[in-house]
């Protein structure tokens, strides 16, 4: 049985507990809310990994990311028919069960609501993901994205996405770095300001090296991004299999601006 049918049985829907398993249990009709009472009370420095914990997190980084997208979404007071289409893309790009797909609708409506609590969900979801960098940062770059939907970030879309990367320990550095590579990978899609196709600047910003950077420094940055955007390794760590596509289809640019940087400084 898969991550997902174990929710849906309870096996870790009931575990989860916590503001993520009061989300999941309101769409789902379940009482997932009072399962995890060690949220309030352990220190996460201590926090090892449960039996079964890869199905967990995988929960946790599910239902987070519906329902904080629905959020973000609705930070500028309204939810835009292109930010309802993205986060259908996203649910369309997953292949998702139609019961996976109507519980991820229904987790982007929670986030709507006005009394969503987002801190209470992005302290569990890091708590949850054992503070993987690489998961957490995968989660960011899902919800920036998002908030390009309409081809612009609103101020409000922008603060409350550096106050998670701000409550997920990713500090607002490396909150430009990401954010510029989204950028970088949107202008190549010609999805911001009708900027087409690929170009030189935005593969270095997608690698997030300067272009005075030596084939040494390139590299080095190269095999970074790749390292923190391997699916397998992603999926190993709790990315729910159904977001493959998203961790393959970075990987793919960052390798495509790669070559081109390469080929042209008239490398091979």
């Known amino acids: 049985m898969n991550w997902w049918g174990k929710v849906l049985g309870g096996a870790f829907g009931f575990m989860l507990g916590g503001p993520l398993g009061a989300l999941l249990g309101a769409v789902l009709g379940h009482n ?9 009370h352990e220190d996460d420095d201590f926090i090892r990994p449960l039996p079964g914990d890869r199905e967990r997190v995988q929960t946790a980084f599910f239902t987070a ?18 930010e309802i289409a993205l986060a259908e893309a996203v649910m369309r790009h997953m292949d998702l069960q139609p019961e996976m797909r109507k519980t991820a609708i229904g ?9 969503f609590d987002l801190d209470g ?15 957490m940062r995968m989660f960011l770059e899902i919800q ?29 550095l490396e909150f430009g770095a990401i954010k510029a590579a989204i950028e970088a990978q949107l202008h190549q899609r010609g999805r911001v300001d009708g900027e087409p196709g690929p170009s030189l600047e935005d593969d270095y910003k997608l690698l997030n090296v ?3 950077a030596s084939d040494a420094e390139l590299k ?6 790749i390292n ?4 397998d390794k992603l999926v190993s760590k709790g990315l729910p299999e159904e977001m493959i596509k998203l961790a393959t289809e970075k990987s793919q640019a960052i390798r495509a601006a790669y070559d081109r940087i390469r080929k042209a400084r008239g490398g091979t």
């Open 32 to 40: 997932l809310d009072k399962g995890m009472g060690r949220l309030e």
């Open 210 to 212: 300067n272009a005075k």
């Open 220 to 225: 080095k940055a190269y095999r970074r991004l």
């Open 144 to 172: 920036i994205q998002a908030g390009y939907a309409d081809g612009s970030l609103h101020p409000d879309e922008e603060r409350i996405l550096r106050h998670c990367a701000q409550v997920l320990g990713i500090s607002a």
């Open 228 to 231: 923190q955007h391997h699916p």
């Open 65 to 82: 990311t519906f329902s904080v997208m629905g959020h973000i979404a609705k930070a500028d007071g309204r939810v835009t028919p292109q």
């Open 107 to 115: 987790l982007f409506n929670e986030g709507k609501q006005a009394d």
């Open 121 to 135: 969900v992005l302290a569990q979801f890091r708590l949850e993901c054992h503070r993987r960098r690489t998961l």
